[in-house]
């Protein structure tokens, strides 16, 4: 992947060819180098950077990225992660559409 195809607060996976894959929640790119704010280990452990030093994973080519579904990860996330978090759908429309079908008498 270029630089400029990387979304940052999305989730990606370094693949390494092996069943050692990892997870990093993008944050930049600055002079090649890549920069995670949170990740997923390869032994799928959750770590977040301290101090605001973003982690460090290389050039960017360094490794193939792939962007990942959150669902792929949210097993791997502390349980208060907002990540893990299933958020309502909410359809802000509902109450006009419930209006309308009792106007039209439409139960």
Do not use: C
Request: aromatic share 14%; net charge negative; charged share 35%.
């Amino acid at each position: 992947m270029e630089a400029e195809d990387f979304i940052k607060g999305e989730w990606y996976r370094g693949l390494t060819g092996t069943s050692r894959d990892w997870y990093i929640r993008f944050h930049d790119i600055i002079n090649i180098k890549m920069y995670a704010s949170e990740w997923i280990n390869d032994d799928k452990i959750y770590v977040k950077s301290t101090l605001g030093n973003e982690g460090y994973f290389g050039n960017n080519d360094d490794y193939k990225w792939k962007l990942v579904d959150i669902d792929e990860i949210r097993e791997f996330l502390p349980d208060n992660h907002p990540d893990k978090l299933i958020k309502p759908i909410v359809n802000e429309n509902m109450d006009y559409l419930v209006d309308l079908l009792q106007k039209l008498n439409i139960k």
